[in-house]
């Protein structure tokens, strides 16, 4: 029975920091604002969040035409990602048979629920019972 499951565990190649694109995209945007702000002679007070932003990326501007090879290690990263979360078991189930799955599992809890609650019953009648002795 415990061979017909399969390990929920993650591989060790897969990790939260190899899926999280958000931060390092922060990054490199805030990057391109500075440099947009630079060119502009803007001088705009800097937020807890940008400034946060700011000393993470370096301060350094980035153009538009720098972007692709900015984002290039960032792409790597998503297509890494990508593959191992394919490699994952039962990824190429539907939902609908993820739904039957869960069905059964309900009915088969409600079964045992079931079941565990009349052992419980016969418990206590036995255990009211269990002192008088029959002869």
């Given at each position: ?10 591989p ?8 999280d694109?958000?931060?390092?995209l ?10 947009i ?20 990326s370096g301060?350094?501007p ?11 290690a960032?792409?790597?990263?998503l ?12 990824m ?15 009915a088969?809890?409600?079964t045992q629920?079931?079941l565990?609650?009349r ?17």
């Amino acid at each position: 029975m415990a061979s017909d499951v399969p390990s929920l565990a993650l591989p060790p190649t897969l990790s939260p920091d190899s899926l999280d694109a958000l931060s390092e995209l922060a990054i490199v945007l805030a990057k391109v604002r500075t440099s947009i702000q630079s060119s502009a002679g803007l001088a705009t007070a800097a937020t807890p969040g940008t400034a946060a932003v700011a000393a993470a990326s370096g301060g350094q501007p980035l153009s538009f035409k720098d972007v692709p090879g900015a984002t290039d290690a960032l792409k790597h990263k998503l297509q890494h990602a990508r593959a191992e979360v394919r490699a994952l078991p039962d990824m190429d189930r539907g939902v609908d048979e993820q739904r039957r799955e869960m069905a059964e599992l309900e009915a088969r809890i409600i079964t045992q629920r079931a079941l565990l609650e009349r052992l419980r019953d016969d418990g206590l009648r036995f255990g009211k019972d269990g002192d008088k002795m029959e002869v």
